[in-house]
T-cell receptor, first 111, second 115 residues
Framework: QKEVEQNSGPLSVPEGAIASLNCTYS??????FFWYRQYSGKSPELIMS????GDKEDGRFTAQLNKASQYVSLLIRDSQPSDSATYLC???????????FGTGTRLTIIP | ETGVTQSPTHLIKTRGQQVTLRCSSQ?????VSWYQQALGQGPQFIFQ???????GRGNFPPRFSGLQFPNYSSELNVNALELDDSALYLC??????????????FGPGTRLTVL
């Protein structure tokens, strides 16, 4: 079982709709969770971090964390073509220095 | 606020050679982490430097080594390059505070090609 799993996609969503990206993790000691956006040929850009169960909203983005079920998700409302990218889920275990990444989900917003 | 910078942007080497990649951390950050990202994969943790000491290492052989300088900038050195070392090398900086989960911010990366 991979430490962090994501559906590789591609996920296609019409412009203006809600894009839903999911991530599961295996280590129950995981404490910090991050979503990065990576455009083709570029480096990852941090868009959301979440540490507690529940929802965290930032503009059009909402991160959801459920530690009991060991999943974290990212919702993008009013999807725009500029949201087309690969979204990486990353997990950090408390006291551990590294981020463990999933392989990413490729999202395409269709105009 | 100055972001994370890396040099060079691109590099082409041949098998067996050595390479040094450089990273300047974001202003106010004291920790640098290095990651390797192969095509179609998520970044893989190589190691982290905090207060000029290695603060954790991933599953990479000893020919991957690093340094951190007093100004928190860092170098990644790779000896005896292999074809599989071809990848995007990412540096991420963060502010290490005891007990705090830290957000890591990536530089633009160095694309290494080994022929």
């Amino acid at each position: 079982q991979k430490e962090v799993e994501q559906n590789s996609g591609p996920l296609s969503v019409p412009e203006g709709a809600i894009a839903s990206l999911n991530c599961t993790y295996s280590d129950r000691g995981s404490q910090s969770f991050f979503w990065y956006r990576q455009y083709s040929g570029k480096s990852p850009e941090l868009i959301m971090s979440i540490y507690s169960n529940g929802d965290k909203e930032d503009g059009r983005f909402t991160a959801q964390l459920n530690k009991a079920s060991q999943y974290v998700s990212l919702l993008i409302r009013d999807s725009q073509p500029s949201d087309s990218a690969t979204y990486l889920c990353a997990v950090n275990i408390f006291g551990n220095e590294k981020l463990t990444f999933g392989t990413g989900t490729r999202l395409t917003i269709i105009p | 606020e100055t972001g994370v910078t890396q040099s060079p942007t691109h590099l082409i080497k041949t098998r067996g050679q050595q390479v040094t990649l450089r990273c300047s951390s974001q202003s106010g950050h004291n920790t640098v982490s290095w990651y390797q990202q192969a095509l179609g994969q998520g970044p893989q943790f190589i190691f982290q430097y905090y207060r000029e000491e290695e603060n954790g290492r991933g599953n990479f052989p000893p020919r991957f080594s690093g340094l951190q300088f007093p100004n928190y900038s860092s170098e990644l050195n790779v000896n005896a390059l292999e074809l599989d070392d071809s990848a995007l090398y990412l540096c991420a900086s963060s502010l290490e505070l005891a007990g705090d989960p830290n957000e890591q911010f990536f530089g633009p990366g160095t694309r290494l090609t080994v022929l």
